[in-house]
């Protein structure tokens, strides 16, 4: 498996790709021997899809491509922001391995911010997470975002 800090350029990468509407996370998913299943950017706005997050996209995507069902066990989700509480909740039912984020998000961050969804002891499976990996670099993105699309 390559180095976390390659693994979040790589979902910097995919940010790059988000439409110039949408909010720049990427979100990128990992096999376990660090082959790469699939990568998508934020959609929400170029799809009119309140669901098309970059993990969504992206463990959707993976999913497909693994070709044996929707467990993703094994893999890797690294991701330029912390995951909300829907993005959270659907690595932790597809089974990802490891979850490794950027920067932290304070106001709806579900890994550890505002709730922890994938350390809650009540559910089958917990990742292994690594946050604030790349921490300055994926804010940056953020906050360059912000800076010219909301006052």
């Known amino acids: 498996m390559p180095p976390d800090e390659d693994l979040i350029r790589a979902a910097l990468a ?43 996209l992206a463990l959707r995507a993976a999913a497909a491509a693994a070709g044996d069902g ?44 505002l709730w922890d969804v994938v350390r809650d002891r009540r559910l089958n499976h917990r990742p292994e997470v690594r946050g604030g990996v790349l921490e300055s670099d994926c804010a940056a993105t953020l906050d360059a975002f912000f800076r010219t699309h909301r006052p």
């Open 14 to 56: 995919a940010a790059e790709q988000a439409d110039p509407r949408d909010v720049p996370v990427g979100a990128v998913v990992f096999d376990a021997h660090g082959r790469e299943l699939a990568r998508a950017a934020n959609a929400r706005e170029a799809l009119g899809d309140p669901t098309a997050h970059a993990e969504v």
């Open 70 to 113: 929707w467990r993703l066990e094994g893999a890797t989700l690294a991701v330029t922001l912390e995951p909300c509480t829907m993005c959270a909740g659907a690595l932790v039912l597809a089974r990802v391995r490891r979850l490794i984020f950027g920067a932290w998000e304070p106001r709806t961050g579900a890994v550890g911010s």
